[in-house]
């Protein structure tokens, strides 16, 4: 009878690792499918490539432009797209950049960080 139970406990014992270890890989991989991608947050949701490409002025300067020019001035690309900081790249176009502040106001810190991110990974 001891070893029954004996038995009995150390399966159940083991089932509670087990969905213990299985609940840790979930959130691992839940944690990392909420990373944010500057480079899709470029492409897609922020609708920046209507106005800049990476090495050429379209409508806007390029995402080189703008890393080499906010590095050299310490600048805030995440403040910047927050409308909390004057243009620092060229001022001329800012009407223009304007209409997507709706857009990158609405982001989260996260995901304007990402944005940083993905433009400085320009720099030369």
Known sequence: MMKKALLVLVFLVSISCKNDTKEKEEQTVDASAVKVSGKELFEG????????????????????????IYKEKNGSIVLFLQEKSEPIVDPSQ????????????????????ALEDYIYSFSK
């Open 45 to 68: 949701e922020g609708n920046c490539t209507a106005c800049h490409k990476p090495d050429q002025k379209i409508i806007g300067p390029s995402l080189e432009e703008i890393a080499k």
């Open 94 to 113: 800012y009407d223009i950049m304007k209409t997507n502040f709706a857009i990158t106001k609405s982001m989260s810190d996260e995901q304007l960080q």
